[in-house]
């Protein structure tokens, strides 16, 4: 640790905290690329083992409890070993299952290959536990608040960024080379990033030999938490801050508002090709790249959220002024997806989903807010937390669409379900979270006085 601050810095500021913004981008690339697998291999892949729909909706399932159940642990990793080991480790070992989830049918036998496809899809959801909250320990280390909109924004624009470049991609594979090519493709580049990250990643600023004292200064100031780290063992677990965190009106107002959003986000990583296939008549080749249309709309509205964000904070408006704008703003125009219930026309349908989906980028604001409110001593946890609570509506989600898409023989009413739980979202941060502001646990669980450093806003001049 001693060489690495041995390396002189310059009073020129460097800007080294956008290559760590680039690899937290990439991990959530594929951390979502890899969920969009079941809505291009999915439908070929349960009739390989025999099953059904419905049968795909409890594959997802899978996924998402192994996913829930590695929150909590996953986010006391990262506050125990630090954001680098614990992502880098994860998103090596993760590609590894993507990648042998293609091999599910090597063996003749269709219990066999339904075992291997579950075990292999419950380690992927295990393993990639951790991958968002670290996200936002890393946004919370590297970035004062004055960026902090954008750089998450762009962070939720991989989600988006990734069903663009990857669905039109497995749905070729899938098309050309069968279901099991699309495993190997994301398994394949996830391994080849990990070792990219491996050498780029730095738990915070303060410890990479490429950020100057100008730089560092700079974060610190605006309020980034330059002297987060690892915890020693059994510091944090004797804290009691699960608790505390669970009974704050801000945290929970929060955690609640993940829990519907993450219904929106499983619709559309996994049911929404599969919904131009079954309802508008697509193949799987053509919803492949007609799908990454209304994506590349949620990555700019992802981009746009995080601008105007910002921007409110810059121009003296309230923390939560600027993080709830465009939560409000994006939540309602991603209701307007109803709406394809009463349309025909499958490029209309696409326009309405393009709408939707950008307002559900614009509006994904849960984990900037997660790095402004949690508590400096548990940010991890709090991020575990965060996406725990949020990804327990993602068990279910899947298997209510499936059982909807059965008993109804559309996607009429899973339009309407997932259209509500949008609105349910911005409910949650108006009327239950509060204030937003970062918990002193130290003081008060209640009592946010950790309060960010004044930004030099106009009134302010």
């Not at 070993?81 to 003749?108: H, M, N, P, Q, Y």
């Not at 505390?244 to 955690?255: F, P």
Request: aromatic fraction near 14%; glycine fraction near 10%.
């Amino acid at each position: 640790m001693d060489t690495l601050h041995s390396v002189p810095r310059k009073n020129k500021p460097t800007h080294y905290r956008y290559m760590i913004l680039l690899m937290v981008f990439l991990s959530i690339a594929l951390n979502h690329g890899d969920r969009a697998t079941f809505s291009i291999a999915g439908t070929d892949m349960v009739k390989s083992a025999g099953l059904d729909i419905v049968s795909l909706g409890y594959l997802i399932s899978t996924f998402t409890w192994a996913y829930v159940l590695g929150q909590y642990p996953g986010g006391w990793l990262l506050d125990r070993f630090g954001s680098k080991k614990v992502l880098v480790t994860g998103v090596f070992a993760w590609s590894f299952f993507v990648f042998l989830v293609g091999f599910s049918t090597a063996f003749d036998s269709v219990w066999v290959t339904r075992v291997m496809m579950f075990g292999f899809i419950f380690m992927m959801g295990l393993i990639e536990a951790p991958t968002l909250p670290a996200n936002s320990r890393f946004l919370a280390a590297w970035f004062p608040a004055r960026e902090r909109g954008k750089a998450s924004g762009f962070t939720t624009a991989a989600q988006y960024f990734a069903l663009v470049v990857f669905l039109p991609l497995m749905g070729w594979f899938s098309y050309t080379f069968g279901w099991e090519s699309v495993f190997w493709f994301m398994g394949g580049i996830g391994i080849l990033i990990s070792l990219l990250m491996s050498r780029v990643l730095a738990d915070t600023p303060k410890v990479h030999p490429l950020v100057n004292n100008a730089e560092l200064e700079y974060i610190q100031s605006g309020g980034g938490l330059t002297n987060l780290k690892a915890t020693k063992k059994g510091e944090a677990s004797n804290k009691g801050y699960t608790k505390k965190l669970l009974t704050s009106r801000l945290a929970l107002g929060v955690y609640m508002g993940q829990f519907f959003f993450t219904v929106l986000s499983y619709f559309f990583l996994t049911w929404f090709p599969i919904y131009l296939v079954h309802d508008r008549g697509m193949t799987i080749l053509k919803a492949g790249f007609v799908a990454s249309l209304p994506a590349l709309c949620g990555c700019a509205g992802a981009l746009l959220g995080g601008v105007l964000s910002d921007y409110m904070l810059q121009r003296g408006y309230s923390l939560s002024a600027a993080r709830k704008t465009p939560i409000v703003i994006g939540m309602l125009l991603a209701v307007s997806m109803v709406i394809c219930n009463y349309v025909d026309s499958a490029w209309i349908v696409v326009a309405i989903m393009s709408l939707a989906f950008f307002g559900k980028g614009f509006g994904a604001m849960g984990w900037c807010v997660v790095s402004d409110f949690s508590p400096k001593e548990a940010v991890g946890l709090s991020g575990g937390l965060f996406n725990m609570i949020g990804n327990i509506s993602g068990i279910f989600t899947p298997i209510i669409i499936a059982w909807i898409i059965k008993d109804t023989g559309s996607f009429n009413g899973a339009l309407i379900f997932v259209g509500v739980c949008a609105f349910l979202n911005l409910c949650c941060y108006l009327f239950v979270a509060g204030k937003i502001q970062r918990l002193n646990f130290e003081t008060n669980p209640h009592d946010p006085v950790d309060r960010l450093p004044e930004e030099p806003h106009a009134s302010h001049r």
